[in-house]
């Protein structure tokens, strides 16, 4: 019996032995209550976060957070709302969620193919009142609490859109890539000091020294990285480890595009230590594609069809990939040749659901955590006693620091 069926058959065993209810959030209990809500800080009641954008947990006692700003923190109860807003106010039908986050919150525009301006363009709200650009990067703790806001930076930041710490970097800077501004932002590990800029603020371009829109980083042992660009571009840019521009590839393509190299919409890309292949979310086709270091195309393998929408990809220790799809609202997991193993999740802005998972990110004792842009929140989950580990997603790769 090979690998993957003895565990596949552990798991069928360990199902058989649960009595009633579904599996609706995996092999994971909902940490229900965490983060602190923004609106829990002293002069900041009437405010809620924005759309979650990224989440990476350094440890389980330090989880970085990016939201695009704040919005209002409108109580949700009917009784509540009615005495504030009066009978107009529209309420949702049944379990649908009240407010999308991610058309709400600053700034406008975020789809593939917009072509960023002023953060308002492309919103209809008012500054103030309606949104606020404030606590874009947040810290949390292993209890929830809010231990750390990066504030002095929410000036350099127009759509902060991914966040994590290069796992072989002893000095671990913390990385953020900001799509609307086109650049990625080195910082040192406490945030007092802005390290290095990759890329050229607000002017668009394909070179060493420009990005259309990037999206998400990831890095192989000696620390060459690897950039998706992104929403706009249609190409992977490498780099070594001091940032160095080394080379790049890919084309944009027609829509649906089955040619190997050829992209639309690169947004999500992941490595894997031992092989050096680089796996790349090519969104726009619905379809992963797998080159070597060098951008020479090996394989590909579909994601489904409608609705799935592919956001990121993520290679742990186990050398597995997981994907986030925010079409199906489901975490989905396959071995590095593209075979489909598990999935688990459910749509939903209550606790342990899904509604637009942008980012997620796993910490060293396995703990889960999801940025939802959609619901404008981050979840924490946590293992089950007894969880079945091949259905946990796997705990990330540490080389150069615990």
């Not at 709400?104 to 309606?130: E, F, N």
């Not at 890539?177 to 932002?185: A, E, K, L, R, S």
């Not at 230590?273 to 619905?286: E, I, L």
């Not at 659901?353 to 404008?376: L, P």
Request: charged share 20%; proline share 7%.
């Amino acid at each position: 019996m090979n690998k993957t069926v003895l565990l596949l058959a552990t798991a069928v065993v360990v199902l058989a032995q649960t009595k009633g209810g579904q599996d609706m959030f995996g092999q994971y209990d909902i940490v229900k209550g965490w983060p602190k809500d923004i609106s829990t800080l002293p002069g900041n009641e009437k405010w809620t976060y924005g759309a979650g954008q990224a989440v990476y947990a350094e440890s389980p006692n330090r989880i970085f957070m990016l939201f695009r700003g704040e919005l209002p923190n409108i109580p949700r109860p009917r009784s509540k709302m009615l005495a504030e807003f009066g009978p107009s106010i529209q309420f949702p039908i049944g379990r649908l969620p009240w407010r999308d986050a991610t058309t709400a919150s600053l700034p406008g525009g975020g789809a593939s193919g917009a072509i960023p301006g002023a953060p308002t363009d492309g919103w209809s709200g008012t500054l103030g009142v309606d949104a606020k650009w404030e606590n874009c990067i947040v810290i949390a703790d292993a209890n929830g609490n809010i231990v750390e806001r990066w504030t002095q930076w929410d000036k350099i930041l127009q759509r902060p859109h991914f966040v994590a710490i290069n796992p072989y970097d002893p000095d671990k800077h913390v990385w953020i890539v900001d799509d609307h501004m086109g650049v990625i932002y080195k910082f040192s590990h406490d945030g007092k000091e802005l390290v290095q800029t990759i890329g050229t603020p607000k002017v668009t371009g394909a070179d060493g020294t420009h990005f259309n829109r990037p999206t998400f980083l990831a890095w192989l042992p000696d620390s060459t990285l690897f950039v998706a660009d992104g929403y706009n571009g249609t190409r992977v840019a490498k780099f070594d480890k001091n940032g160095k521009f080394l080379l790049d590839w890919g084309k944009k393509g027609t829509s649906p595009e089955k040619r190997p190299g050829y992209m639309n919409n690169v947004h999500g890309i992941a490595v894997d230590p031992q092989t050096r292949r680089v796996f790349v979310n090519d969104r726009g086709n619905k379809r992963i594609q797998v080159f070597d270091e060098n951008g020479k195309y090996l394989n590909e393998w579909s994601m489904g069809e409608d609705p799935s929408d592919i956001h990121l990809l993520y290679i742990g220790a186990d050398r597995t990939l997981w994907a986030a799809d925010r079409g199906t609202s489901k975490m989905l997991k396959y071995d590095l040749e593209g075979h489909f193993l598990y999935s688990w999740g459910i749509w939903g802005d209550f606790p342990g659901g899904f509604w637009g998972v942008h980012g997620f990110s796993v910490d060293q004792e396995g703990n889960f955590y999801t940025a939802e842009v959609d619901s404008g929140r981050v979840q924490k989950f946590r293992p089950r006693p007894g969880a079945n580990p091949a259905n946990l997603v796997s705990k990330p790769v540490y080389s150069a620091w615990k």
